[in-house]
């Protein structure tokens, strides 16, 4: 593809100064307003045509659409790992959209003691009665998951038990963006891997954390989550660690 103003475009493909080997190769000629990157990308987008099958016009198509969702306000659309994890686990998401170069790693963490928790949960009655029933269930403390960043990795609190303090046994550590190649799948949503190099792109790792995708429904947080935030808003629970 020859880009530029003017006829300098066409004067130059028929030149002695061009590589009469990459002739047969030039698929469009186009006249942009433009120089530098903002050239570059004005040029992809007149050739967007001819250009349809190409990786980097097709990120650049599928990003678009991802912030079209954004500006209209459909709600279909997550982004950020917290809320994109709960999309997929809904099966809520369509396309993931993931940074090819994204710093998150996925461990699996483990309470090397094998201990138990008692969760005490106080759940109000009716409102008239004015009283309390306490409910208690055995839960055995096995593995839980968190997601982290480059820079969070140094932070040894984050690899402890929240009630005892105690050091938990990394299971497993895998950069999410492999967990998401090995299992995306299962979630029925389709996987795109994109790169900063475009404006698009770039504002897509900078601005929305290089994670998101598009859903097939319009998504609510908040009902999304509705069992998690009923058990921290309506529940009040004390939990005590008990070691086997």
Same mark, same amino acid.
């Given at each position: 593809?020859?880009?530029?103003?003017a006829?300098?475009?066409?004067?130059l493909?028929?030149?002695?100064? +061009?590589?009469?080997?990459?002739?047969p190769?030039?698929? /469009?000629?186009?006249?942009?307003?433009?120089?530098?990157? &903002?050239g570059?990308?004005q %040029?992809i987008?007149?050739?967007?045509d001819?250009? %349809? &099958?190409? /990786?980097?016009?097709?990120?650049k198509?599928?990003?678009s659409?991802?912030f079209? #969702?954004?500006?209209?306000?459909?709600?279909?659309?997550?982004?950020?790992?917290?809320?994109?994890l709960q999309?997929?686990?809904?099966? %809520?998401?369509?396309?993931?959209i993931?940074?090819?170069?994204?710093?998150?790693?996925?461990y699996? =963490?483990? &309470?090397?003691?094998?201990?138990?928790s008692?969760l005490f949960? =106080?759940?109000p009655? @009716?409102?008239?009665?004015?009283?309390?029933?306490?409910?208690s269930?055995?839960?055995?403390?096995?593995?839980?998951?968190?997601?982290?960043? /480059?820079e969070?990795?140094?932070?040894?609190?984050?690899?402890?038990?929240?009630?005892?303090? #105690? %050091? @938990?046994?990394?299971?497993?550590?895998?950069?999410?963006?492999?967990?998401?190649?090995?299992?995306? /799948?299962? +979630?029925?949503?389709? =996987?795109?891997?994109?790169?900063?190099?475009?404006? #698009?792109?770039?504002? +897509?790792?900078k601005?929305?954390?290089?994670i998101?995708?598009?859903?097939v429904?319009r =998504?609510?947080?908040?009902?999304c989550?509705?069992?998690l935030? @009923?058990?921290q808003?309506i529940?009040?629970?004390?939990?005590?660690?008990?070691s086997?």
């Open positions: 593809m020859l880009a530029g103003l006829d300098f475009k066409q004067e493909a028929g030149s002695d100064m +061009f590589d009469q080997r990459l002739v190769k030039i698929i /469009k000629i186009v006249d942009v307003s433009y120089g530098g990157e &903002n570059f990308n %040029a987008e007149l050739a967007g001819s250009l %349809a &099958n190409v /990786k980097f016009v097709q990120e198509k599928l990003i659409m991802f079209d #969702e954004i500006a209209q306000d459909t709600g279909k659309y997550c982004y950020g790992v917290e809320d994109t999309g997929l686990e809904m099966g %809520a998401v369509e396309t993931l993931v940074w090819e170069n994204l710093d998150c790693t996925r699996v =963490l483990r &309470n090397a003691s094998g201990g138990t008692w949960f =106080l759940l009655l @009716l409102p008239l009665l004015l009283t309390l029933t306490l409910v269930c055995l839960v055995l403390v096995e593995e839980t998951t968190i997601f982290l960043r /480059k969070q990795e140094s932070n040894q609190e984050l690899f402890k038990d929240k009630l005892t303090g #105690e %050091a @938990l046994e990394t299971v497993d550590a895998i950069p999410l963006i492999e967990w998401f190649a090995e299992n995306y /799948k299962r +979630f029925g949503t389709n =996987l795109e891997i994109v790169t900063n190099k475009s404006q #698009e792109g770039s504002q +897509f790792c601005g929305f954390g290089g998101g995708g598009t859903c429904v =998504l609510s947080w908040c009902d989550c509705c069992c935030i @009923l058990m808003c529940c009040t629970y004390v939990c005590v660690s008990l086997l």
